[in-house]
Nanobody, 126 residues
């Protein structure tokens, strides 16, 4: 049984940092993984993804501020978020896909992912 458990969300002020973690179980540790977020009244949007080769992809809003990384030994993916802004407020979800050889467009698409976590709330106050 596949399980993804996110943690690390919380309430912070603009300019602060947070590190989200997503611990996976029931899947190979080298499956590509991604982070998405969904703000109230908005569609779920791509944030970052990382392949087994450590190739990474970022949304324009995340580039330069967020860093995705993984620890295959722990089957865990991280999202380090710096210089947080109020517009980063959302529920953050991690997801895993069984496709090793997709391209940028593939990993930025929520429909490409097979399993999802329950989400962790990130709230950034101004």
């Amino acid at each position: 049984q596949v399980q993804l458990v996110e943690s690390g969300g919380g309430l912070v002020q603009a300019g602060d940092s947070l590190r989200l973690s997503c611990a996976a179980s029931g899947t190979p540790s080298d499956y590509p993984m991604g982070w998405f977020r969904q703000a109230p009244g908005k569609e779920r949007e791509f944030v970052a993804a990382i392949r087994w080769s450590d190739t990474t992809y970022y949304s324009d809003s995340a580039k330069g501020r967020f860093t995705i990384s993984r620890d295959n030994a722990k089957n865990t993916v991280y999202l380090q978020m710096n210089s947080l802004k109020p517009e980063d407020t959302a529920v953050y979800y991690c997801a895993v896909t069984r496709t090793y050889y997709g391209g940028s467009y593939y990993y930025k698409n929520a429909q490409s992912y097979d399993y999802w976590g329950q989400g962790t709330q990130v709230t950034v106050s101004s």
